[in-house]
Structure formats: structure tokens, C-alpha cells
């Protein structure tokens, strides 16, 4: 955002350390999408592997929440750090006690997650310490509603589970709405810096696509390397290009419609953990012995993914500024509609398994991005009047 734009907004410039400690924080990120990979690999599709979705956004929500915050407040205090160092331990736990499984004690992971929002809750309620007017209002509000969230999950926490997730999901319920939702808790919530949330879900998504190398790099250290690995593992670095090229040749450039970013958001946690399913499914490929299959379930698992993927682009698509968009979303609808009939087609031929399908969905993928600049070249991104404020809460 120019400097000019800030100024006529009221968008404070960020602190010297803000950059640096939301790159930080990413860090812990990365190790603990690397445990939650680790405990996908191991579960079985089904009740098992759900979970493990759930808890992954419930950490994605974590570091949304946290964004969003800075994105408001471009403070780097020495209280923020301490807030935002106890915040990065508690995530690692959390993502430890997820990948011990559904049937472990779910009481401390509860526990943790109070914890989390309750780290979230006390940056608001700095942040209400250095603002002013409808700013510090804001920020109090939020750290009430994020005070609450964390005291349901810690109440919640030694019930059985049939109260414990009822109160649970009241206690998100509570804290997501005010955040995505425009004017929930105030006429005048504070402007959200758009470059920002921008770079941010950029970054974060590009993390997500490292994963998948470094999933297949674990993958294959340690065992001799044959040229089946070699040609999985170009395959494995084509689809990562693949999914970053489709991504960032659009959706950086695209820009946000005001009224849509409660459905930009999501759309982007969908995304992420499509990214990271697919790196995880493709380098499972690398341990099956020669002349082995993976079960068809794990197979229908990732080529889904992958269509889930182009299905949240194009969502993305259309919380963005850009027009016209008819043939964009068809196009992106297309490629996730002709992934899953390929992969139909092989699951009801005996005579093909669907693992199969997995080379041919990735070319797929190599041709989307090779056509995808052709039809963006066809839409123009409207740009934001000078006068519309922009708001997500």
C-alpha cells in the first residue's frame, strides 16, 4: 500500500519489528505442518485423518487470527514478542499431542487451545493500551470475545466429549465470526491493510508448497536412491510448480473485493491444507514397493485434493477485484471437474488402479498452468476508489 493511501486511511506505518517476528513465527509453523504431515502419512482415511484436518485448522485459525491483528495494529512491543514466543510453544505442543491421535487424552489439547486464543486475547488487549477511540474500542471488544473463546475451551476441557465439542464449537463460533464477519462488533472497525493480508496468505501458502518437498525429501533420505525416486521426485517438483504458478500468477495480483474477504479467507485455509494433503499423498508414492499400489481410498484422497485446490482458486477468484470472470472460474471449475472424472473413470475400471491417475491429473496440472496466463491476460482488476473504506470486522 503506497504511502499515500496510509495516509488518507490511517493506516499507522509497522513497527522495525514487525516483519521479523511474523517471519519468526512462521517458523514454528513450518514444524508443526511437518508433524501434522507426519501424522497424515500414518492415518487411515476416515475419522482418523478428519481429525488431523480439524486440528490443522484450528492452528492455520491461530495464525489467521494473529495476522490479522498485526494487520490492524502495526505494533512490535517487547510484550508482543513474549505474547507471540508462549504462543509458539503452545502451537508446537498442540500439534504434538494432535499427532498422538484422536484417542489420546484430548483434555490437555483442549487445555491448549484455551491457551492459544487466550494469547490471541491478550494481544488485543495491548493493543487497546497504544490505540485511541474506535481503535482501542475495537481492540477491547476483540480481546473479549477471544477472553471468552479461551475461557469455554478451558471449561470444556475435563467434560466428556459430548460437552466438550459442543462447547468447543460455541467457543470458535464466538471468535471467528467478529473476525471475518464486516461490523459485528463495531461500525467503525479499523482498516485492514490489503497488501499485507495479501503477502501474508502469499507467504503462508508458499510454506505449505515447501512442505512438499520436504516431505518427499524424508521421504527418500535413507534409503538407496533408484531411478523410480528420481522420476517421483521430478514428478513431485513439477506439481509444486505447478500449484505455485496457479496461484501466484493470479491471486497476489487480483486484489480483494470488501464484501468477499469473509469467503477469501477460508478459501485460502482450504487451499493450504489441499496443498499440504497432495504433498503428503505424492510422497507416500516413494515407499511403495515396485509393482505395488496405494489403496484406492489414499489415491481418490489426493487427486480430490488436488481438485479442491483449483475449486479454492477459483473461489479466490472470485473474492477478487478481477473482470471479466466467467471464463476464469469455468476454466478453474473445468480442470477440477475433468481431475475427478479421470479418476472415476479408473475407479470403476477394474482393469485400472487409481494411483494410476495420479500422473495423469499432474500433467493436468502442468497444462493448467501453461494456459492459465492466456485467460488472465483477458481480465482487468478493478481498483479500490480512494474513498471506500476497507473492513473485515
Known sequence: MSETRAATHGIKAPSSMLGWMELFSDLVFVATTLIFSSAMVDAPVGAEKFWIYMAFAMVWWIWMSSTMFFNRFRLGDVPLRIILLVQMFLLVLFAMEAR???????????????????????????????????????????AGVNFLGALLFIVAAPFPDVARYPIGALGLLIVIVP?????VLSSHAPLFEEAHLVERLGAFSLIMMGETFVEIA??????????????????????????????????????????????????????????????????????LPLGEHLPDADAVEIIG????????????????????????????????????????????????????????????????????PFILKTTTVNQVPQQESVSVS
Open 179 to 183: 473476525t471475518i464477519l464486516p461490523n
Open 305 to 372: 485434493m488436488m481438485a479442491t485446490f483449483y475449486l479454492a482458486l477459483g473461489g479466490l477468484a472470485w473474492c477478487s477485484r478481477r473482470r471479466p470472470l466467467k471464463k476464469l472460474l469455468l476454466f478453474r471449475l473445468g480442470t477440477a471437474v475433468v481431475m475427478l472424472g479421470v479418476t472415476v473413470l479408473a475407479w470403476t475400471d477394474p482393469a485400472f488402479h487409481v494411483d494410476d491417475i495420479i500422473i495423469v491429473v499432474i500433467v493436468l496440472a502442468i497444462a493448467e498452468l501453461v494456459a492459465a
Open 218 to 287: 524424508l521421504a527418500i533420505s535413507g534409503k538407496h536412491i533408484t531411478i523410480r525416486d528420481s522420476l517421483t521426485l521430478a514428478l513431485e517438483f513439477l506439481l509444486a510448480f505447478s500449484l505455485w504458478g496457479a496461484y501466484f500468477e493470479d491471486i497476489p495480483h487480483a486484489g480483494l473485493q470488501q464484501s468477499r474477504v469473509k469467503f477469501w479467507v477460508p478459501f485460502h485455509l482450504i487451499l493450504q491444507l489441499s496443498i499440504v494433503t497432495v504433498g503428503v499423498g505424492v510422497s507416500t508414492l516413494v515407499n
Open 100 to 142: 498422538a491421535g484422536i484417542d489420546n487424552d484430548i483434555t490437555v489439547m483442549t487445555f491448549e487451545f484455551g491457551g492459544l486464543l487466550a494469547t490471541v486475547a491478550l494481544m488485543y488487549l495491548f493493543g487497546s493500551l497504544k490505540e485511541r477511540g474506535s481503535e482501542r474500542r475495537f481492540a477491547r471488544q476483540m
